[in-house]
């Protein structure tokens, strides 16, 4: 594929045009021009056009790349939720931790996440526009959502090879689990803010979690002793 050109209009337009690089680099650099007119301007007000004058290339550039803005969008959601997740599976060590530290891992990822600044913003985009552009809300059931639990589900299986953890449904317990994590994370974002996340005990609540997720609620003799984990 050429090199992202500008047109001659958009020649003086130098933010984010990406002259050189590779692939990858190039569209991460279309993708940042378009998070900063998502940000910007919201979902409904945020176009195509815009986000080819934001990065100075063609809009023929941008559909050769994506569909359409709820494709777009999808992008920059899953450019984000893929580095942090990236970051926790990464080690090859990450399959062989006892499965407490490693689900702690994986929910602190998340809600490290849900904290960004940028990501909370995005959150609230999609949560107050999907209705009007339902596919937007599509394309976010089938992209970043589903890649977070892909990835989770993807290391039950591992576990349940190695006996460390009986699941009958891996893709169904990471959704589960997400969800358990995400709940209260998503109430604060839609109806408290920042200020409410900075003030929401994480470390309770993840290890609550944690301790449902893996022990249930009907007492158990074989259960270990939960030790509080500092945040």
């Known amino acids: 594929m ?25 569209t991460a650099a279309l993708i940042n021009a378009a998070t900063r007119v998502f940000l910007r301007d919201g979902y409904g007000l945020a176009s195509i056009d815009k986000v080819a004058s934001e990065a100075g290339v063609s809009t023929r550039t941008i559909y050769e790349r994506f569909k359409n803005k709820a494709d777009l ?24 931790l006892e499965p407490r530290e490693a689900l702690l891992a994986i929910a602190q990822s998340i809600t490290g996440h849900a904290r960004n600044p940028d990501s909370m913003a995005l959150f609230r985009i999609v949560a107050t526009e999907s209705y009007r552009f339902p596919e937007l809300a599509a394309k976010m059931r089938d992209g970043a959502k589903r890649r977070v639990e892909y990835a989770i589900a993807h290391y039950f299986r591992g576990q349940i090879g190695r006996g ?68």
Request: charged share 20%.
């Open 73 to 96: 969008l999808a992008a920059v959601i899953s450019l984000l939720v893929e580095r942090d997740m990236a970051n926790v599976f990464a080690t090859a060590e990450f399959d062989r």
């Open 2 to 26: 050429d090199y992202l050109t500008p047109t001659p209009a958009q020649a003086t337009n130098k933010v984010g045009r990406p002259r050189r690089g590779t692939q990858a680099s190039r």
């Open 164 to 231: 460390t953890l009986a699941l009958r449904d891996p893709e169904r317990a990471a959704g589960l689990f997400k969800q358990m994590i995400c709940s209260e994370l998503q109430e604060c974002l839609l109806f408290g803010g920042a200020d409410a996340m900075i003030h929401l005990d994480f470390t309770a609540h993840l290890n609550h979690v944690i301790d449902i997720f893996l022990f249930g609620a009907v007492p158990r003799t074989d259960r270990p002793t939960h030790t509080a984990l500092t945040s």
